[in-house]
């Protein structure tokens, strides 16, 4: 098992009491495959992801549980251990992009380090060819001369596309993607999910994919995980989600699911009726 999550309670304190972001959350995403978590705003993705990446600030706190990867428990490595796993065995694109490149140096010189970490024999000529061709597949326009930039000169949408790029050119074991391409116009949206679907082909590499978009689950899931109030209430392979959903809350997301024809394609899950609680029908795990 590339991830196995067992009971991870991940909460946050304040003077109004206790915020059970995560709340007894368990799943496992195979070798070479694709996990979608999916759930509306609010539901514990973000926090079970940064959870799993040991970046969780406070006032949160990991309250229990276990995060094996690869069979070894995330929760007991130290950070200088998590920092190494960080590095080579797993990459994460963040929700917002802008927190995680770094302002003061160009476009291509914090892609530069990334492959100078990861392919060390390359010279800084391969090396600069390498960096343009990761900008490219993430359709990135101009790319020689966005080598140069630095990330507030690029859009909210380049920008997460820079990430993309230095995720995968890690190529990661694991590839955690947070919400990477709701910024993004649909047509490289298509591009970028395009191009996760060929590192997990070509380099086995497993994907634990975060999205509200129940059209981009189908593209990418092999395994489907849906998050209510920090809560897993259904888990199933993703031909039995969409063929046979078995959960009350999942029946109201999937009815909210775009139709054909239907010009305006619908991002959000917002359309689930917030008056009924989920949480009181039996949890349906398969
Ligand atoms: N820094 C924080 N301090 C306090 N509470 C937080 C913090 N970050 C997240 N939370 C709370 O944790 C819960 C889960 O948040 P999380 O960001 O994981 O939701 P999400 O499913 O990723 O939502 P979205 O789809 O909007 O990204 C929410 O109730 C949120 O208010
Ligand atoms: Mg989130």
């Known amino acids: 098992?590339?991830?196995?999550?067992?009971?991870?309670?991940?909460?946050?304190?304040?003077?109004?009491?206790?915020?059970?972001?995560?709340?007894?959350?368990?799943?496992?995403?195979?070798?070479?495959?694709?996990?979608?978590?999916?759930?509306?705003?609010?539901?514990?993705?973000?926090?079970?992801?940064?959870?799993?990446?040991?970046?969780?600030?406070?006032?949160?706190?990991?309250?229990?549980?276990?995060?094996?990867?690869?069979?070894?428990?995330?929760l007991k490595m130290s950070e200088k251990e998590l920092r190494g796993i960080?590095?080579?065995?797993?990459?994460?694109?963040?929700?917002?992009?802008?927190?995680?490149?770094n302002p003061t140096y160009?476009?291509?010189?914090?892609?530069?380090?990334?492959?100078?970490?990861?392919?060390?024999?390359?010279?800084?000529?391969?090396?600069?060819?390498?960096?343009?061709?990761?900008?490219e597949l993430v359709g990135m326009p101009n790319a020689p001369e966005k080598y140069n930039e630095y990330p507030f000169k690029l859009s909210g949408g380049q920008r997460q596309r820079v990430m993309i790029a230095m995720a995968m050119a890690c190529e990661p074991k694991l590839l955690i993607a947070d919400e990477p391409t709701t910024a993004l116009d649909v047509t490289i949206q298509a591009q970028v999910l395009e191009l996760m679907n060929k590192l997990k082909r070509e380099k086995g590499t497993s994907i634990l994919f975060i999205t509200h978009d129940l059209g981009v689950v189908a593209q990418m899931a092999d395994h489907v995980v849906v998050m209510y109030k920090g809560v897993v209430v259904e888990s199933a392979s993703a031909k039995e989600l969409f063929s046979d959903p078995r959960h009350p809350y999942t029946k109201a997301l999937l009815g909210s699911i775009p139709t054909p024809g239907h010009a305006k394609r619908k991002s959000r899950l917002e359309t689930v009726d917030e008056s009924v609680n989920y949480l009181s029908f039996p949890k349906e795990i398969r």
């Open 106 to 135: 160009t476009v291509g010189f914090q892609l530069d380090e990334v492959i100078k970490l990861h392919q060390p024999t390359l010279n800084k000529q391969e090396r600069y060819s390498k960096v343009i061709e990761a900008l």
């Open 86 to 101: 960080r590095g080579s065995h797993v990459a994460m694109i963040f929700q917002e992009p802008m927190t995680s490149l």
């Open 1 to 74: 098992m590339m991830l196995e999550v067992n009971h991870l309670k991940t909460y946050f304190y304040s003077e109004n009491g206790i915020n059970k972001a995560v709340n007894d959350v368990s799943f496992s995403l195979k070798e070479g495959e694709t996990l979608c978590i999916v759930g509306e705003s609010g539901s514990g993705k973000s926090i079970t992801s940064l959870s799993i990446m040991g970046l969780v600030d406070k006032p949160g706190v990991i309250e229990g549980g276990e995060i094996f990867l690869e069979g070894v428990n995330l």
